[in-house]
C-alpha cells in the first residue's frame, strides 16, 4: 500500500510527535515520536512503532513486554505537524504497568465522564472476581443470571412508564439503571463493551454500503 506521508510537517531532526490514544476508551496513552521509516512500519504493520531519540533508533512498541498497540486509524492536525494514533492495546502503555503513561495527577477541576462505562464496566469486572460482602454487584453475581435477567426486565419496564410519563428525569435515571444492569449481563456473559461496539460499527458500515447502492 502506497502511502502518501509528503504534506505532513516533520521537525528539524525529521521527527513527528504521535499522540496515542485508546481507540475504544478515548484515553491517552501516551505520546512519542516517529520519523518517516517509524510512521510507515506503523501504518504497513498495524502495530505502532517510534523513533527513539535517546537511542537513535526505531522501537516498535510491546516487542519485548508483550504489550502490543494494534492501530486502527492514523490522523494528522490542522497544521500537519502531530499525529493521532488510535489503537487497540494489549496490555499497558506505561513501562511502569499504568494503563497510561499520563497516570500523575497534577490537577483536577472536574472527572471526565467520557469513559464512565468503561469505569463501571471495570469495577462490575472487579465485584465478580472479587467478591466483596453487602456489595450490590457481588449479591447480583451470588444470586446468578436469573436474578440478573429479572432486575434487566424490571428497568426495561421502568424505562418505558418513564417515557410513557413524559418525564425526562425519570426516564434518564431509569436508563442508567437499566445500563448498569446490563453491564453486569454482559460480565456473566463474558460480553465485553468491544463486542458490542464491533457488532454496531458492522451494522453502521452495512448500512452506509446499502445506502451508496
Known amino acids: ?38 510512521l510507515l512500519k506503523t501504518i504497513q504493520t498495524n502495530e505502532t512503532w517510534f523513533f527513539s531519540r535517546k537511542r537513535q533508533e526505531l522501537w516498535n512498541k510491546g516487542e519485548t513486554s508483550g504489550n502490543k498497540q494494534k492501530v486502527k486509524k492514523v490522523t494528522f492536525d490542522c497544521d500537519a505537524d502531530a499525529l493521532l494514533v488510535q489503537v487497540e492495546p494489549v496490555g499497558p502503555a506505561c513501562h511502569t504497568g499504568e494503563e497510561t503513561c499520563f497516570h500523575n495527577e497534577l490537577y483536577t477541576n472536574e472527572v471526565p465522564s467520557h469513559d464512565i462505562v468503561y469505569q463501571v464496566m471495570t469495577r462490575i469486572k472487579d465485584r465478580h472476581l472479587n467478591p466483596v460482602d453487602g456489595a450490590y454487584t457481588s449479591y447480583l453475581f451470588e444470586k446468578g443470571i436469573d436474578k440478573i435477567l429479572k432486575k434487566v426486565g424490571e428497568e426495561t419496564t421502568e424505562v418505558v412508564i418513564g417515557a410513557k410519563n ?12 437499566l445500563t448498569y444492569h446490563t453491564l453486569v449481563l454482559m460480565e456473566i ?6 463486542d458490542v461496539k464491533n457488532e454496531l460499527m458492522k451494522r453502521h458500515i452495512k448500512k452506509e454500503g446499502q445506502n451508496r447502492e
Not at 456473559?189 to 468491544?194: F, N, R
Open 189 to 194: 456473559m463474558g460480553i465485553s463493551l468491544t
Open 1 to 38: 500500500m502506497e502511502i502518501n506521508i509528503e504534506n505532513l510537517q516533520f521537525n528539524e531532526d525529521g521527527l513527528i510527535p504521535a499522540i496515542v490514544q485508546d481507540a475504544n476508551t478515548g484515553n491517552v496513552l501516551t505520546l512519542a515520536y516517529m520519523n518517516q521509516d517509524a
Open 166 to 177: 413524559n418525564d425526562k428525569q425519570e426516564t434518564t435515571s431509569e436508563i442508567s439503571d
